[in-house]
Structure formats: structure tokens, C-alpha cells
């Protein structure tokens, strides 16, 4: 049984490009939460989805944006990026919204903006 | 505004030692408060709080949550290497939106 994987796993992209990251849930996981981590902090919630649609949203510029598949995969997209956007991308799934104590997180793709 | 602080920052000790590691929290809304563990990548969960005074336990670890002062401390007995990680806390916020709010984490290393 696979746990949460995501691609890539490193990345360097050069201010005001586009990226793409990719996310596949557990199996049996319905809900997709992402979230960014710099170097020396603690994650920072971007948004989370369910049934396709976004139902939550931390504090986060409208350059961030997401999407989730039929199959409850998702991808995050960042565009115009900044310097400051690089950082580690954790994908985290869950059944369900609410039990954040069965939350599995992915290995997280490192970012690095140039 | 809500808000997660955990200290130490950063903790070395050897093989065998007992530490203790703090979050403190100031969340309006609490639900419950969770703790992980993050070696390279991915956290890892470690417990969940949601009672004051009872007491989680999973082998060395342990953890306890004081709902009254606003804390809880993780315990790591008879530390191995294995054990250096960085541990993350993080409280969920019952409102509308149950957000999680982290802490900045602690930094342990366990030297042979």
C-alpha cells in the first residue's frame, strides 16, 4: 500500500516562472492538504481539498493555486514565482477533513527558486 | 492572533539522556494538539492531545496536555540516535475553518 508520494522531489525554477507539483494521496485518502515549509520553520497551510474543490485556504497570495482529480490526486501551482517561495512543499491526505490525527504527509518536494 | 511556541529552539544531548520538550500555545478555539516528529522530510505523527492530565504514551515517548496553563511537553527517555529529529507541535483551531497552527519545531540531536 503506497503512502503519500509526490513529484517531483527537487526542483529549481528562476523568478517569475510557473511550477507545477504533483501529489497522489494514500490509498483510502479522499482529502489533500498542502503545505509550505522554509528552512528552520514549521509548515504553513496553504489550502486543502476535498470532493474536487478547495474548502480551505491559509494566508497565501492568489499566485498559489491548486486542483484535484477525479481519482483525489492533486497539484499545486505557484506562478510568478519570488525568491521567497523557495521551500519544502509537504502534500498531506486524509479521509475526510476533520482527523487531523490520521493525516499522512508526503516526502515534500524542495523547491528552490533562483 | 493564534500562536504555537516551542522551546527549546534546538537541544543536543547523548545517548541515553531524558529530555523534555515544550509547546505553548495561545489559540482561540482550541480543539486539540498534535505532535510530530520530522527527520528529513515528511512528519511523522507522533499523538494527539485533546484532554488535560491524560497522559500518551507510544515506548519511550510520552507526552501530556495542561489545557489550564496552555501547554504540553514531550518526553523522550533513554534517547538513541535514531531520535534526532526535529519535533513539530502544532494545535487545531476549532472554528469554522479547524486550521492547524505549527510552532517552529525543536531541533534535537543525539550524539553517540
Known amino acids: 500500500d503506497a503512502g503519500v508520494t509526490q513529484s517531483p522531489t527537487h526542483l529549481i525554477k528562476t523568478r517569475g516562472q510557473q511550477v507545477t507539483l504533483r501529489c497522489s494521496p494514500k490509498?483510502?485518502?479522499?482529502?489533500v492538504s498542502w503545505y509550505q515549509q522554509a528552512l528552520g520553520q514549521g509548515p504553513q497551510f496553504i489550502f486543502q481539498?476535498?470532493?474536487?474543490?478547495?474548502?480551505q485556504r491559509g494566508n497565501f497570495p492568489d499566485r498559489f493555486s491548486g486542483h484535484q482529480f477525479p481519482n483525489y490526486s492533486s497539484e499545486l501551482n505557484v506562478n510568478a514565482l519570488l525568491l521567497g517561495d523557495s521551500a519544502l512543499y509537504l502534500c498531506?491526505?486524509?479521509?475526510?477533513?476533520?482527523?487531523?490525527?490520521?493525516?499522512?504527509f508526503g516526502p515534500g518536494t524542495r523547491l528552490t527558486v533562483l | 492572533e493564534d500562536k504555537v511556541v516551542q522551546s527549546p529552539l534546538s537541544l543536543v544531548v547523548h545517548e541515553g539522556d531524558t529530555v523534555t520538550l515544550n509547546c505553548s500555545y495561545e489559540?482561540?478555539?482550541?480543539?486539540?494538539l498534535l505532535w510530530y516528529k520530522q527527520e528529513k522530510k515528511a512528519p511523522t505523527f507522533l499523538f494527539m492531545l485533546?484532554?488535560s492530565g491524560i497522559e500518551k504514551k507510544s515506548g519511550r515517548l510520552s507526552s501530556i496536555l495542561d489545557k489550564k496553563e496552555l501547554f504540553s511537553i514531550l518526553n523522550i527517555t533513554a534517547t538513541q540516535t535514531g531520535d534526532s529529529a526535529v519535533y513539530l507541535c502544532?494545535?487545531?483551531?476549532?472554528?469554522?475553518?479547524?486550521?492547524?497552527?505549527w510552532g517552529l519545531g525543536t531541533s534535537l540531536a543525539v550524539n553517540p
Open positions: 502544532a494545535v487545531v483551531n476549532a472554528g469554522n475553518n479547524r486550521k492547524l497552527i
Open positions: 489559540v482561540t478555539n482550541f480543539r486539540s
Open positions: 485533546t484532554s
Open positions: 490509498s483510502g485518502h479522499d482529502t
Open positions: 481539498y476535498y470532493e474536487e474543490e478547495e474548502r
Open positions: 498531506a491526505s486524509s479521509w475526510q477533513v476533520i482527523p487531523y490525527n490520521e493525516q499522512f
